[in-house]
């Protein structure tokens, strides 16, 4: 496993935090994307933390908490660092690709487990990749299966 302790929660919409729905809904207002809320299927909270190697944990956040909400076109992406603000991000669905990252390349090299995404997102004007941490559990094999699932369909 990489430098971090993976896991992953499913949860329903409405146990989302208050202030990560908020800033959500801001981010989406300031984007007009409108009613992109209206047909959520999955959400979870992936939290990555730094493993500690010898005195020092070593460069990197030592805490990641995503907040990630999948609708039928939609992903969305909350993202808080050492519990610092939010920084928000989103993709529709047909706008990008998606890679299982342990069937990766990169696995080799460094084993993780998440997914490689890769696409266009809203407030860029170049395509971009991300590295999405989902922990090997039940609620992150869940979530990986639904994304590539609902990804393929939207772009049949």
Not at 68 to 90: G, P
Not at 99 to 105: H, N, P, Q, W
Not at 130 to 144: S, T
Request: glycine share 8%; charged share 25%; hydrophobic share 40%.
């Amino acid at each position: 496993m990489g430098d971090y302790n993976r896991s992953t929660k499913e949860v329903a919409f409405g146990e989302i935090p208050a202030n990560v729905i908020q800033s959500v809904r801001t981010y989406i207002e300031k984007h007009n994307l409108g009613d992109i809320l209206a047909n959520v299927s999955l959400c979870i909270v992936s939290t990555s933390e730094k493993l500690k190697k010898g005195l020092f944990s070593g460069p990197g956040p030592k805490l990641l908490v995503q907040t990630v909400i999948l609708t039928d076109r939609w992903l969305i992406l909350a993202d808080n660092v050492d519990q610092n603000a939010l920084y928000i991000k989103s993709m529709q669905l047909r706008d990008i690709t998606v890679e299982d990252y342990e069937k990766s390349s990169f696995n080799a090299m460094i084993p993780d487990t998440g997914m490689n995404v890769n696409g266009r997102f809203t407030d860029a004007s170049e395509l971009g990749t991300i590295f999405l941490p989902l922990g090997k559990d039940e609620a992150g094999e869940k979530f990986k299966s639904a994304l590539i699932e609902v990804v393929q369909k939207v772009k049949m």
